[in-house]
């Protein structure tokens, strides 16, 4: 299956990882890395989006085009400066086209875990 989904380019325009424009902590917005697996029960799509909150996931599907966006809130500790940053603060966006999806009536694209490292 996974050959068969293809990365929307009109939603991500680059294959560089970050991409113009403004994400919520003020740097870029990212791809994400995916897994993407397929079971009897569906297909499940693993993506790594740090510092994003599960409640901060939004996903939609719009003429075979899921897209999923992770908002990152800027963590500032207080009292300090940064010197150096090899990571740039940004939030994410992930478009994959779909030849052909079929789903259960009721059935929606969710965010059903999230973990952090």
Do not use: H, W
Request: aromatic share 4%.
């Amino acid at each position: 299956m996974s050959t068969d989904i293809t990365q929307a380019t009109e939603k991500t325009p680059t294959d560089a990882p970050e991409t113009a424009g403004g994400g919520g902590g003020g740097g870029g917005i990212y791809r994400p890395l995916t897994d993407i697996v397929e079971t009897d029960q569906g297909v499940s799509m693993m993506l790594e989006m740090p510092g994003v909150a599960a409640d901060a996931v939004e996903i939609t599907l719009e003429n075979r085009v899921l897209t999923i966006r992770g908002k990152v809130e800027p963590m500032r500790p207080e009292n300090l400066e940064l010197a150096y940053a090899e990571y740039g603060e940004g939030d994410f966006e992930r478009a994959s086209r779909f030849p052909r999806i079929s789903t259960p009536t009721g059935s929606r694209p969710r965010c059903a875990e999230a973990s952090s490292l």
